[in-house]
């Protein structure tokens, strides 16, 4: 067998062997998360902070992970740089989330989650603190005091839940009820994603702890303001589809002719990717300033979060996102290359493996 193939290791190695590193893998969470909680017992005041334009599972894990150290008898405080998207803002405690563009204060640690920098907060004055970073974006970085990456956790949400459960806390309704959104947002309604077995087990403990799927799937999926789903048909009228690749895109123009709120933009991109035989898809948003901001999404195992990467983004294997330099329609030759390449290399290897 050819030693550089990609098959070789995983055939090459017995269950035996394999056991050691998956066991070694739990430990090193196991060590995370017991440094996380010396940090929460020690401590009296902490801030929370998630990324800029805040998604499903950034503010059900600001919410959590601040009703996990109230239990605790903490303070805390909820930071966000942009405004909680309307779906989230009925979530439980989400009217206590301050808008700001800078933070101060005295604080034992500043929790940034979903973050691979500080950066992504776009908050000033957070270097000051101590940093505890908690992500499971496949491109996570450790630039934070304390670092804990899991690229296997479905949604930010399940690692607050793990905290939640080693620190002996309750998970009250309230709890479960944000921690239930993070799972079905990141997840696509348990669709994509790291979507496993555990992932249903931790839904079935949420639902049990008084998460009520019904109510939250309303409020997330059939709560949509019209200016949405006029954005939706305007993205709708530009989709091309190219054997294997759409895309779609939405000008400045557009998002001010449909009223269009910025989270308006979310899931654009998943309706080109719902197109049969299609394998990637983007969505391209023309930003007020001239950038264009991507959304990738793929059908494994295109890996779009390299693409994102190579381009100062960022994300998950089959979702990720970054902002590149305009006008509209060279970034769209860009990406497009990137893609059609991607596909093709893709392509090629199955081929080959036939
Ligand atoms: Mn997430």
């Excluded at 929370?48 to 950034?58: L, N, Q």
């Excluded at 793929?298 to 983004?313: M, Q, R, T, Y």
């Excluded at 996102?321 to 893609?339: F, R, W």
């Amino acid at each position: 067998m050819n030693p550089a193939s990609p098959n070789f290791v995983a055939e090459a190695l017995t269950t035996e062997e394999q056991e050691p590193s998956s066991r070694a893998r739990s430990r090193a969470a196991g060590d995370s998360v017991a440094a996380i909680l010396k940090v929460f017992r020690q401590g009296e005041r902490f801030l929370i902070c998630a990324h800029t334009r805040p998604d499903g599972d950034s503010v059900g894990s600001m919410l959590a992970l601040g009703m996990l150290l109230k239990q605790m008898g903490k303070q805390i405080d909820l930071v966000s740089a942009d405004q909680i998207p309307a779906p989230y803002r009925d979530l439980p405690g989400a009217d206590g989330i301050r808008v700001a563009q800078r933070v101060s204060g005295v604080y034992d640690a500043a929790i940034l989650l979903e973050c691979d920098s500080l950066e992504r907060t776009t908050l000033r004055g957070l270097s000051a603190f101590f940093l505890v970073n908690i992500d499971h974006h496949i491109t996570g970085r450790t630039f934070a005091d304390l670092n804990w990456i899991d690229r296997d956790a479905a949604s930010t949400g399940e690692m607050v839940y793990r905290l939640a459960q080693a620190a002996g806390a309750t998970v009250t309704a309230e709890m479960a009820t944000c921690l239930y959104t993070t799972l079905l947002m990141d997840t696509g309604g348990f669709s994509y994603g790291s979507v496993r077995e555990s992932t249903f087990a931790l839904a079935r403990d949420l639902v049990r702890a008084g998460a009520d799927p019904i109510a939250i799937a309303r409020d997330v999926f059939f709560s949509i303001p019209a200016s949405r789903l006029l954005l939706l048909g305007a993205a709708l009228r530009r989709l091309v589809c190219e054997g294997s690749l759409a895309w779609l895109w939405v000008t400045n123009h557009d998002m001010e002719r449909t009223n269009a709120a910025e989270d308006d933009c979310e899931g654009i991109v998943n309706s080109a990717l719902s197109v049969a035989g299609v394998q990637a898809a983007v969505f391209l948003r023309e930003l007020p300033d001239g950038h264009v901001r991507l959304s990738l999404r793929s059908k494994a195992p295109v890996n779009v979060a390299a693409i994102a990467e190579s381009l100062g983004g960022g994300g998950h294997m089959n979702a990720a996102g970054c902002t590149i330099n305009g006008p509209l329609q060279s970034a769209l030759k860009v990406i497009l290359a990137e893609l059609r390449a991607a596909l093709a290399a893709q392509n090629g290897k199955i081929e080959r493996s036939h």
